[in-house]
């Protein structure tokens, strides 16, 4: 089977000055995730299988010091990959794992499969849910392009239904996305057919995200409704390289998740 991975460009390992702490929990500082360091530079475009049970290094979207502030966690932060192991998933509608911290933190622990890295394998990402193409031979069968895709991380409010509702229908009304992929109780997908509004969607969110100041980022109510904001897929700057500044949604049902 192909494997479900997206590639995922990942920066040169930095080295942690004495001061690159990340926070992690409930206003606690925990141990800067070292092993993450060790994990090969590049291109990681393999996938391997991530069983339930399995050791992992999985993206924890909190806050981290590097010696310029405080700033919000983001996956190219090495410093931001913690170790737990996979309780269940990759769920089939999102390519999701749920994450028991070794720690034993109880938040952030749904994570994308593509931010979660087999320790056993090196640092191989875990792949997604199993795909069950239309039609008998696999091998000619190529996963569908999906439109320039952003996670985002609501409040713990979020598990209260109607204050979800209000929450996905404020950013329905002010960003527009040309499609929604909600019902999730601490998060909701947007999508962009156009790189440039899903871009300037990120920032914007970025932008406001950035100005808290908390340690704990359960505490930061900079924006009303989202706590944390990721791309999942190729960024817009990937896309342009390769072409897809646009994407034209395929006619008839949606085959892609």
Same mark, same amino acid.
């Given at each position: 089977?192909?494997?479900?991975?997206?590639?995922?460009? =990942?920066?040169?390992?930095?080295?942690?000055?004495?001061?690159?702490?990340?926070?992690?929990?409930?206003?606690? !500082?925990?141990?800067?995730?070292?092993?993450?360091?060790? !994990?090969?530079?590049?291109?990681?475009?393999?996938?391997?299988?991530?069983?339930?049970?399995?050791?992992? =290094?999985?993206?924890?979207?909190?806050?981290?010091?590097?010696?310029?502030?405080?700033?919000?966690?983001?996956?190219?932060?090495?410093?931001?990959?913690?170790?737990?192991?996979?309780?269940?998933?990759?769920?089939?509608?999102?390519?999701?794992?749920?994450?028991?911290?070794?720690?034993?933190?109880?938040?952030?622990?749904?994570?994308?499969?593509?931010?979660?890295?087999?320790?056993?394998?090196?640092?191989?990402?875990?792949?997604?849910?199993?795909?069950?193409?239309?039609?008998?031979?696999?091998?000619?069968?190529?996963?569908?392009?999906?439109?320039?895709?952003?996670?985002?991380?609501?409040?713990?409010?979020?598990?209260?239904?109607?204050?979800?509702?209000?929450?996905?229908?404020?950013?329905?009304?002010?960003?527009?996305?040309?499609?929604? !992929?909600?019902?999730?109780?601490?998060?909701?997908?947007?999508?962009?057919?156009?790189?440039?509004?899903?871009?300037?969607?990120?920032?914007?969110?970025?932008?406001?995200?950035?100005?808290?100041?908390?340690?704990? =980022?359960?505490?930061?109510?900079?924006?009303?409704?989202?706590?944390?904001?990721?791309?999942?897929?190729?960024?817009?700057?990937?896309?342009?390289?390769?072409?897809?500044?646009?994407?034209?949604?395929?006619?008839?049902?949606?085959?892609?998740?």
């Amino acid at each position: 089977t192909a494997c479900a991975c997206w590639p995922l460009a =990942l920066p040169e390992p930095m080295a942690l000055g004495f001061g690159a702490m990340p926070w992690r929990g409930a206003g606690r !500082l925990a141990r800067p995730c070292v092993a993450a360091l060790l !994990l090969s530079r590049g291109q990681l475009a393999a996938c391997v299988e991530c069983r339930v049970g399995d050791a992992v =290094l999985a993206f924890y979207a909190g806050q981290v010091d590097r010696g310029r502030g405080v700033e919000a966690c983001t996956p190219s932060m090495q410093e931001c990959f913690f170790p737990g192991k996979v309780r269940s998933g990759p769920d089939a509608a999102e390519g999701m794992v749920t994450i028991d911290w070794d720690d034993g933190d109880e938040n952030n622990r749904l994570v994308h499969h593509t931010q979660v890295k087999h320790s056993a394998s090196g640092g191989e990402r875990c792949d997604g849910p199993p795909i069950s193409p239309p039609g008998d031979d696999d091998e000619e069968w190529v996963p569908p392009e999906i439109p320039c895709t952003l996670l985002c991380r609501l409040h713990w409010e979020a598990s209260d239904p109607e204050w979800n509702r209000q929450a996905v229908d404020t950013l329905k009304a002010e960003f527009k996305p040309d499609e929604v !992929l909600d019902g999730f109780d601490w998060h909701v997908v947007l999508r962009f057919n156009d790189v440039n509004r899903c871009e300037a969607v990120f920032k914007a969110l970025d932008s406001v995200l950035s100005k808290c100041t908390e340690k704990d =980022l359960e505490q930061c109510r900079t924006h009303k409704h989202v706590k944390a904001v990721e791309y999942v897929g190729d960024d817009p700057e990937t896309r342009r390289r390769t072409g897809r500044h646009v994407h034209v949604p395929s006619p008839g049902p949606r085959t892609e998740l």
